[in-house]
């Protein structure tokens, strides 16, 4: 069983940054894509932000692109997003997510086994 805790959420002005991590357990699991989902209040599905295939190959919604960097370290089991120049829209849980999908990208949560409990994210105009 994959185990996945987020960290790193928190409240920041518009244009600020803030940096999100993912553990994984056990420490030998590697899935072969890693993502970042996110739900806003009241949105009834959680939207696909970024992954991170096994080989470090990224891809990114157009929402986010050129602002957030997704990365991972297979040694440490580690999956991180880096989100600058945040907007109030940005608002919302952001969950980290681990499976096997044919196909990282693009990105389905149905696609994904594995969740973590998710870290709140707040961007005040």
């Known amino acids: 069983q994959v185990q996945l805790v987020e960290s790193g959420g928190g409240s920041v002005q518009a244009g600020g940054s803030l940096r999100l991590s993912c553990a994984a357990s056990p420490y030998n699991v590697n899935p072969r894509c890693m993502a970042w989902f996110r739900q806003a209040p009241g949105q009834e599905e959680r939207e696909g932000v970024a992954?991170?295939?096994?080989?470090?190959?990224?891809w990114y919604a157009d929402s986010v692109k050129g602002r957030y960097t997704v990365s991972r370290d297979n040694a440490k089991n580690t999956l991180n997003l880096e989100m600058n120049s945040l907007k109030p829209e940005d608002t919302a849980t952001y969950y980290c997510?681990?499976?096997?999908?044919?196909?990282?990208?693009?990105?389905?949560?149905?696609?994904?086994?594995?969740w973590g409990h998710g870290t709140q994210v707040t961007v005040s105009s």
């Open positions: 992954t991170v295939r096994i080989d470090g190959y990224p």
């Open positions: 997510a681990a499976g096997a999908p044919v196909s990282c990208a693009p990105l389905f949560s149905g696609r994904f086994a594995y």
